[in-house]
């Protein structure tokens, strides 16, 4: 099987760990991983800013970069990038159809939208498999993101492979279902909300007593990472592809 890997610019900018992380995982699962070096920007920050218009160009790009045929998947690390190219993509076209521009954008974006998957939602739905041979000797803590959980529904998924990793004790969040305050410009426009948003996620996971908190997209880590530094907690943020990565023979840097 031969993949495209659309790392995102959060991670591209501030993560690139976890983009070396998710090769190393696929490529162990025996996966054929690209990553096409001309992916930009998806378009979610202009959309869900209000700068739709200004989106549909950097959509249409993903789609010329990601629509190779060649590729029978196309996997990122973000659930909010992914859950911006399968379920606003269709949006997009379709306002464009309502307002009188006609299907084109609709049929350019249509072949990357069903073969986009968030990475656990690759592994346990494509690949089939829970246990992919990591190790990680911690206690964690899992975050379920907005995105993830209500726009890919991606559910137990993550937490089933968790539980499948050797070492590790997973402990439950409280308050889990609850955004961590980041939102993208949410905690620019909002940012005591979303500080005290962000305050309330990591003293709910300092209450599990777990040594790290684990998410499936680094720009809610970014965000909840922050407040922990603010608040002086021992806890550290690891996306979940790092966690996944990490063998007895690599274990996570």
């Known amino acids: 099987m031969r993949v495209a890997l659309f790392l995102t610019c959060v991670n591209d900018t501030l993560y690139p760990e976890t983009g070396r992380a998710v090769v190393r995982l696929l490529t162990r699962l025996g996966v054929e991983v ?60 379709e306002r464009a159809r309502a307002e009188g521009r006609g299907d084109g954008l609709a049929r350019t974006l249509a072949p990357v939208v069903p073969r986009t998957y968030e990475l656990t939602e ?33 559910a137990d998924r993550p937490t089933r492979l968790l539980r499948a ?24 426009k909002n940012s005591d909300v979303s500080a005290a948003m962000g305050a309330d996620k990591v003293r709910h996971a300092e209450s599990t007593g777990a040594d790290v908190l684990c998410a499936a997209d680094n720009s809610c880590l970014m965000h909840i990472g922050g407040t922990m530094t603010r608040l002086r907690t021992a806890l550290r943020p690891v996306h979940i592809a790092e966690i996944l990565a990490s063998t007895e023979e690599e274990p996570l840097s």
Do not use: K, W
Request: net charge negative; with cysteine.
């Open 165 to 188: 990793v050797e070492g590790l004790e997973l402990v439950e969040l409280p308050g889990a279902e609850e955004c961590c305050g980041f939102g993208g410009t949410f905690a620019v």
């Open 34 to 93: 690209d990553f096409p070096a001309a992916q930009t920007c998806c378009g979610q920050a202009h959309y869900n800013t209000g700068y739709r218009h200004q989106a549909e160009p950097l959509a249409r790009h993903f789609s010329d970069v990601f629509g190779d045929e060649a590729y029978d998947a196309i996997v990122t690390p973000s659930g909010s990038c992914g859950a911006m190219v399968r379920e606003l993509y269709p949006r997009m076209g």
């Open 122 to 154: 690759f592994l346990v739905d494509v690949l089939g498999v829970t246990d992919v041979g990591a190790y990680y000797p911690h206690t964690v803590t899992y975050h379920p993101t907005c995105h993830g959980l209500r726009s890919l529904g991606l």
